[in-house]
């Protein structure tokens, strides 16, 4: 099992910056990815972006590229999605989540991300 906990989050002016992190802990030695997802009022989880925890590489879904950029600390087996130029249209409940299935960055599911942490709300007012 592995356990992810979030942190960071909370309210920012469009224009602003926000910085998530997640920290994981239990058989963290089984995870080859971490990723992050949102879900918006009335919308469908969506993958925000990923990340390689070995290599560092990184993935990211269109709408986020260039403002948001994951990054690791092997270290403390923490993720961290920092959220630059945030609009409106990122206002979600964001969560982190690990997968211990090895895919090419662009070719992982939803499904497999195997562990979740609790989410966390980011609200980005106008």
């Known amino acids: 099992q592995v356990q992810l906990v979030e942190s960071g989050g909370g309210l920012v002016q469009a224009g602003g910056s926000l910085r998530l992190s997640c920290a994981a802990s239990?058989?963290?030695?089984?995870?080859?990815?971490m990723g992050w997802f949102r879900q918006a009022p009335g919308k469908e989880r969506e993958f925000v972006g990923s990340?390689?925890?070995?290599?560092?590489?990184?993935y990211y879904v269109d709408s986020v590229k260039g403002r948001f950029t994951i990054s690791r600390d092997n270290a403390k087996i923490t993720v961290y999605l920092q959220m630059n130029s945030l609009k409106p249209e990122d206002t979600a409940v964001y969560y982190c989540a690990a997968a211990n299935t090895f895919r090419a960055l662009q070719s992982y599911k939803e499904t497999d991300f195997g562990f979740w942490g609790q989410g966390n709300q980011v609200t980005v007012s106008s």
């Open positions: 990340i390689r925890f070995s290599s560092g590489s990184t």
């Open positions: 239990g058989r963290t030695q089984t995870v080859y990815t």
